[in-house]
């Protein structure tokens, strides 16, 4: 199946469980693997024959920016149902990076991929 990548999308946000995590924003980072037939838009050169990158990335900025969810499982499902419910794709992965968890110790970041597909 192919694929439209999306990587390193930054936003400010504030999600967690503690109470500081709600109140004082801080950067997540997500990546998006979208799964679609890629063939007719490349025949036909056309951007309504695949999924238009804006539009996505608009989507992603609403939820991250939104609402605070306790958990990074919840904001990654909600991302990755909302796509599939905007989107003409098959599938999505999402990964959701936060670089500043609430966590003693050295780290690059936690985060948590999912995938998700339509439902048959």
């Known amino acids: 199946m192919d694929r439209i990548l999306a990587k390193g999308l930054r936003f400010i946000g504030c999600h967690g469980v503690l109470p500081e995590e709600k109140s004082e924003p ?16 490349g025949r036909e050169d056309n951007l309504a024959l695949t999924v238009d990158y804006s539009q996505v990335h608009e989507l992603v900025k609403k939820l991250v920016e939104g609402p605070s969810f306790n ?5 990654a499902d909600n991302i990755a149902n909302n796509i599939l419910e905007d989107f003409s794709v098959e599938a999505v992965g999402v990964t959701v990076y936060k670089p500043q968890a609430p966590v003693e110790g050295k780290f ?3 985060a948590v991929s999912i995938q998700r597909g339509r439902e048959i």
């Open 26 to 41: 801080q950067e997540f980072i997500v990546d998006l693997d979208l799964y679609l037939d890629l063939r007719p838009a």
């Open 108 to 110: 690059d970041y936690f």
């Open 71 to 75: 958990l990074l499982e919840a904001l």
